[in-house]
């Protein structure tokens, strides 16, 4: 059953109409939406209630370089399933590695304040809507670790920053991406969880990559009794702050939201020997990497 209800929601998502991931060359006022990245906001789990880390386990707050999301719906009510809302967009999909996946060369992604997706609010369907569900695709960031090894015959020992490129989607096909200054060349598909972090020690950069066990990364959706999202997916859900977003088609002004993203202790590992510091070269292994929540915030 819930690989039939799995499937069946991948096939309504490929069968929505897709858009641009920004319209703003066409006139007229605009709904704009701009990414903002919170450490301090409220760490949630799957079921949108606050949750600690797990024994055994240790997370931080990783400083965002950029984001890019791949599906986009308003949905008016908490019994709106996914799919019968608004779709506003959805990323190019190809199935160039077997399965269908998003397209990492056709995805756009963007820092802090930037808009992530705008269209015509005339193009908006009328309605009053509740509820945003937004499907968080890549991630850039830093991250802290710790070393204490030995590396062409020199000593190293310390805490030091690297950047970590993660892939929440779905499915993400990949030909090469950069994690910071070094590319990583795939040519294939890769699943929900599956990362890459880059450090320079010794005077040489340097790139791991791992995958996150499957079912582990967090998406929260404070509705998954009433309108639920497929295994595996990033659909993250929220309700729109302060009030519901109403769109009338007759808009004077541009309407602006931003998606404010807990990224509170969202980069968590196992942490081996209790120290609360990740030693990648350890082999400390990368469990989760999912956005901690999200408020839609409707600010002008």
Request: hydrophobic content about 40%; charged content about 15%; aromatic content about 10%.
């Amino acid at each position: 059953m819930k690989n039939l209800f799995l499937s069946s929601c991948i096939l309504l998502l490929l069968s929505a109409c897709s858009k641009s991931s920004s319209n703003s060359s066409n006139s007229g006022p605009q709904l704009v939406f701009k990414f903002h990245f919170d450490s301090t906001q409220v760490r949630l789990g799957n079921t949108g209630q606050p949750v600690a880390i797990p024994a055994g386990n240790a997370g931080q707050h990783p400083i965002f370089r950029k984001m890019s999301s791949h599906y986009l719906e308003l949905a008016p009510t908490a019994t709106t399933m996914l799919g019968k809302g608004a779709i506003l967009y959805r990323a190019p999909e190809t199935t160039a590695g077997g399965e269908s996946a998003i397209d990492f060369n056709k995805s756009t992604a963007v820092g802090e304040g930037e808009t992530f997706f705008s269209m015509p609010l005339n193009q908006v369907p009328a309605g009053s809507y509740e509820w945003l569900r937004l499907s968080l695709a890549f991630q850039q960031y830093d991250v802290s670790f710790h070393v204490d090894t030995v590396i062409s015959g020199f000593p190293i020992k310390g805490d030091y920053t690297g950047t970590v490129a993660s892939f929440i989607g779905f499915n993400t096909y990949l030909q090469d991406y950069l994690v910071k200054t070094k590319t990583v060349t795939v040519n294939g598909n890769r699943k929900q969880g599956y990362w890459a972090f880059e450090s320079a020690l010794a005077g040489q950069a340097n790139v791991v990559s791992g995958q996150a066990p499957a079912g582990a990364t967090t998406v929260v959706n404070p509705l998954f009794a009433t309108s639920p999202v497929p295994a595996g997916s990033c659909v993250v859900t929220a309700a729109f702050a302060p009030g519901k977003l109403v769109i009338t088609g007759q808009e004077q002004k541009d309407i602006v939201v931003t998606v404010s993203l807990s990224v509170n202790k969202s980069f968590e590992w196992v942490d081996d020997n209790q120290d609360g510091k990740w030693e990648p070269l350890s082999g400390e292994k990368v469990v989760d990497m999912g956005i901690r929540g999200m408020i839609p915030r409707i600010v002008n």
